[in-house]
């Protein structure tokens, strides 16, 4: 087994679009760029090829839409940014190092490595015995996206870096508009993220630090999927993303609220301090996109409502 695709994320205005993509046309283009394909797939928004290239297993990752594009070249800028960085800098986690890219038929495309095995945990899997002793080396790596140090020359950098924009603004916006989705009465979540939106501070981030996500690489650990990464993403984005995963994907609170444990213990003092003020925000914002994709999925809206009691009456902690 491998690295395989993992499918829906949601974007601020709606399910992100898919075009079938005909895997023919693509096997042939695959053919003709030196790629040996051992499989194709396309569950969502990207087609994914699993395979060999110059000697090495590599995955190819082409977008379906020119909407889409964008975000697949995101994930390759993050990609080689991060390589761009000495190891010493992040030293226990990496990511898929890239191998080429191209355009067809407009669309954007990448060859990067692929990191073999399993990942941390499957997909939506309850068995967390893999995950749990790797606790306390996901809260260092949370700290290390964090503390990242992308090399201003980097494409990435370029592109990402906006000194004006307010990413308190970001949050508090992208929730309102979930919200009103919902016909959910939200407002203890907005009012929450809305009393502190001018103090949320932006840092890079992942953008997807999902369990799921991550990989045994070399005894670092890998993540793929860095499409939604960026600069100005709100402090304590991953982490948030990662306890949310934990506890409603594979119902596993309590390993959800070591990890945050762990992570609080790294940081600085004064942060420490000002933690739950700044992450309660962000938990909140994702807290509505949680509730606005689950849809009608009654279970799920369930486990839910658990979770924004426990929010709203400070018990996450």
Known sequence: MGQKKKAVKMAIRGKPKKRNLDQGEIASLLKKIGFKSEEIIQEWRHLTAFGVYRGKEAVFKLASTQKTSKLTRNEYEWNAAVHAIHQTKHPNFTVPANYASGIYNKLFYFISQRFMGRPFIDRDSKNVSRIAPKIPIIAEVCHEIINLKIPKDSEYYKRQSNPDYKVGEGVFNSASFWASQTGIDLDGFLKAIEVRKDNIRAFPAHGDFSPR?????????????????????????????????????????????EFLYEFIKKLKKEDQGTFWEEFKPVLCQKYIGELWGAGKKVSRREDLKILGDEILSNKII
């Open 213 to 257: 996500q991550l990989y045994n690489v070399d005894n670092l650990v890998g993540i793929i999927d860095g499409e939604l990464s960026g600069l100005m993403g709100p402090l304590y984005l991953d982490p948030v993303w990662f306890y949310i995963r934990m506890r409603i994907d594979h119902k596993n609170g309590s390993l959800g609220r």
